[in-house]
Nanobody, 124 residues
């Protein structure tokens, strides 16, 4: 069993920044890949970024590339998403995900554990 807890969401004006964190607990040896997805009302859940434990497998969505940075603190079993130059289109619930597989996949089905989500709202 793996538990994922996101934090750091909130309300920010366009152009601002937020840093999301996701702490894993439990059987953390099963979190070989950790990443972020987001879902806005009426839209499908979409991939944001993911990173393997080693960092050798990393993917960042084109929609956020250059603005968002994913990092991982392995001793703390925590993954971060630094979000800069936020846009209203980034407004969504952001979900942390972890997978046993060591490949940073863009497919939600490849992940085994999910957090409860944290709301990010970007105002104009």
């Amino acid at each position: 069993q793996v538990q994922l807890v996101e934090s750091g969401g909130g309300l920010v004006q366009a152009g601002g920044s937020l840093r999301l964190s996701c702490a894993a607990s439990g059987r953390t040896f099963n979190t070989n890949t950790m990443g972020w997805f987001r879902q806005a009302p009426g839209k499908e859940r979409e991939f944001v970024a993911a990173r393997s434990r080693s960092g050798l497998s990393t993917h960042v969505a084109d929609s956020v590339k250059g603005r968002f940075t994913i990092s991982r603190d392995n001793p703390k079993n925590t993954i971060y998403l630094q979000m800069n130059s936020l846009k209203p289109e980034d407004t969504a619930v952001y979900y942390c995900a972890a997978g046993v597989n060591g490949i940073a996949s863009v497919l939600a089905s490849r992940y085994d554990y999910w957090g409860q989500g944290t709301q990010v709202t970007v105002s104009t």
